[in-house]
C-alpha cells in the first residue's frame, strides 16, 4: 500500500508539489526521499522500477558496508557470509519497496563502518565527516532515524567503558546530528497532528504492545522456519570435517572489541524503537525497526568468526542463503482475484471497493485500466472496532491525486442508482460493504470465489434477483 502513496508523491509536477504532497499527509516522514526520487526519470509512463531503484542499490551497498566490516575481521568466506545473512534476511523485502527503509538500512550499515575504522585508530576528520553525514542523512529519511543516533551513541558508550576513555571528538559529532534533527521538528510536530486521529483512536494498528515487539524480533532475527533450519544444518555439517585457519591475534582482539559493541547495541534496536513508540510516538511497526535487520549479519560472524570452522561453516552457508535469495519474491499483497473481478465487470458502472487497503493498492499504474471506475466511500459514522488509517489516507491522498473517485457515503447512494461492491474475503476491515448492506441495497451477489465477493447493487432492487443475505 504504502508504495502507492510514494509512487503520487514523486510524480507530482515539481519538486514544490512534492513537498506540498508529504506535507498535506501522503507521507508522515521527510521528504528528503521523495525529492531524491523525483529528480530519477520515470522509464514509462507505467515504470515501477525507477521508484525502486534507490532502495535496491540501497539494499546492495548495506550488504557491502557489512561485507566491510566483517572483512577488516575475519577469512573472506565469513565476510561473504555478513553480507549474505543481510540479503537473505527479511530485508529483502524492504529492499524492493519504493520506500525509505533499505536506504536507512544502508546509512546505518555506513555509519557502522565508519565507526569502525574510528574505533581502529583512523580518528581522522574525514571519518567523522562521513559518519555525521550518514547519521543527518538518516534524520532527514525519516522520523525513526534517531534510533541510529542512539545505536551509535551506545556503541561509543560500550567503547569508552571498556576502553576507560572518552573519545570527545566522536562525541561532538553525534551531538552536531542535533541541529538537523532539531530542523525536522516543526515538520514531525505537523504529521502528528495529521495523525492524531488514528494514534488515538481505540483501534489503531500500530499501538505499541508487547506482543508486536516479541513478534518482529523473533521476524527480524529468524525470518522463517527455512533459516534455523539450515543455519543448524550447516553447523552440524561443519562439524564432520576438520576445521582449518585462525584468525589472526591481533584481529581477533581488535574484531571482539569493536564487533562485541556493535553487536550489543544493534541488539538493543527493539527495545529503543519500542520506546520510542510507547512514549513519545505513538506508533509501533515492525519497518520502524530497520537497522534491527543489521544484527544477524553481524552477530553470527562475530559469534563464529573466531573459530576453526568458520570459513567451512560460512562456505555452507552461503549458497543456501542464494538459494533463499533466489526463491524469495516481492511482498506483493494485491490480490489478483480483485484484478479479474473488476475485468469481467461491466464498463461504465461505478465498483464501490469496501477495503481501504485493496482500494489504495488498485491505485497502482499496473491494474488502473482496470480500477478506473473503482469508487471509495467514506463518511460512516458510528461503526463500532474500525481502524480508519487506510479511509485517512486514501484523503490525504485524493489531495494529491484528484482523478481518485472518492465520495461521501450518502452522496453516492443519492447520485448512484445502480454500481457494484467489491469486497475481499474475509472482509475484516471492510466496513462500507455491511453498512450498504444495513441500507438494502446490495441486490444480488454477481461473482464470488475464495478470495472476493462481487454484488451487484442498486436503490431499487425489485427489478434484480432478490437480495442475498449471505456474504
Not at 457494484?420 to 441486490?443: F, H, I, K, M
Request: charged share 15%; proline share 5%.
Amino acid at each position: 500500500m504504502d508504495e502507492v502513496l510514494t509512487y503520487y508523491t514523486i510524480r507530482q509536477a515539481d519538486l514544490s508539489h512534492v513537498l506540498r504532497a508529504v506535507w498535506s499527509g501522503t507521507d508522515f516522514s521527510p521528504f528528503f526521499m521523495h525529492a531524491v526520487l523525483h529528480v530519477i526519470p520515470p522509464v514509462d509512463q507505467g515504470d515501477l522500477l525507477s521508484p525502486r531503484i534507490l532502495s535496491i542499490f540501497s539494499a546492495y551497498g548495506a550488504a557491502l558496508c557489512l561485507l566491510r566490516l566483517a572483512r577488516k575481521y575475519f577469512e573472506l568466506p565469513v565476510a561473504v557470509l555478513s553480507f549474505s545473512l543481510l540479503l537473505a534476511s527479511y530485508f529483502f523485502f524492504f529492499a524492493v519497496q519504493a520506500r525509505e527503509y533499505a536506504l536507512i538500512v544502508f546509512l546505518f550499515s555506513a555509519s557502522l563502518l565508519v565507526w569502525s575504522n574510528v574505533c581502529d585508530g583512523n580518528n581522522d576528520r574525514k571519518n567523522l565527516f562521513l559518519l555525521w553525514v550518514f547519521l543527518s542523512l538518516t534524520l532527514c529519511t525519516h522520523f525513526y532515524g534517531v534510533v541510529s543516533i542512539v545505536v551509535m551513541a551506545l556503541c561509543e558508550t560500550v567503547w569508552d567503558l571498556r576502553t576507560r576513555r572518552i573519545r570527545w571528538p566522536v562525541w561532538i559529532t553525534l551531538a552536531a546530528t542535533c541541529p538537523v534533527g532539531m530542523a525536522w521538528i516543526p515538520w514531525a510536530r505537523h504529521l502528528q497532528m495529521l495523525n492524531a486521529g488514528d494514534q488515538n483512536g481505540p483501534f489503531y494498528y500500530a499501538y505499541p504492545t508487547f506482543e508486536k515487539l516479541w513478534s518482529y524480533t523473533v521476524l527480524f532475527v529468524g525470518g522463517n522456519y527455512v533459516f534455523p533450519i539450515i543455519a543448524v544444518s550447516c553447523l552440524a555439517a561443519s562439524f564432520l570435517f576438520p576445521g582449518s585457519g585462525d584468525v589472526p591475534p591481533e584481529n581477533a582482539q581488535a574484531g571482539r572489541r569493536v564487533l562485541g559493541c556493535i553487536v550489543l547495541s544493534v541488539g538493543c534496536v527493539p527495545l529503543i524503537v519500542f520506546c520510542l513508540a510507547r512514549f513519545l510516538t505513538g506508533s509501533f511497526s515492525a519497518r520502524y525497526m530497520a537497522d534491527f535487520l543489521t544484527f544477524d549479519a553481524v552477530a553470527i560472524p562475530f559469534a563464529i568468526g573466531w573459530t576453526r570452522r568458520a570459513t567451512l561453516f560460512s562456505m555452507l552457508m552461503c549458497p543456501a542463503l542464494a538459494c533463499m535469495i533466489v526463491l524469495y519474491s516481492a511482498d506483493d499483497t494485491m490480490d489478483l482475484s480483485s484484478v479479474r473481478s473488476l475485468r469481467a465487470i461491466p464498463s461504465g458502472l461505478p465498483v464501490v471497493i469496501g477495503e481501504g487497503l485493496l482500494f489504495i493498492e488498485l491505485q497502482q499504474k499496473i491494474y488502473r485500466p482496470f480500477s478506473r471506475h473503482a469508487v471509495y466511500l467514506y463518511g460512516l459514522e458510528n461503526v463500532p472496532n474500525v481502524d480508519r488509517t487506510n479511509e485517512h489516507a486514501i484523503r490525504y491522498l485524493h489531495k494529491v491525486v484528484p482523478w481518485m473517485r472518492v465520495s461521501q457515503f450518502d452522496d453516492f447512494l443519492r447520485d448512484n442508482h445502480h454500481f457494484y461492491v467489491l469486497s475481499r474475503n474475509p472482509a475484516t476491515e471492510d466496513y462500507v460493504s455491511p453498512a450498504l448492506r444495513q441500507r438494502g441495497v446490495l441486490c444480488r451477489t454477481a461473482f464470488r470465489d475464495a478470495d472476493v465477493t462481487v454484488f451487484e447493487a442498486g436503490t431499487d432492487c425489485k427489478r434484480m434477483v432478490p437480495a442475498v443475505s449471505g456474504h
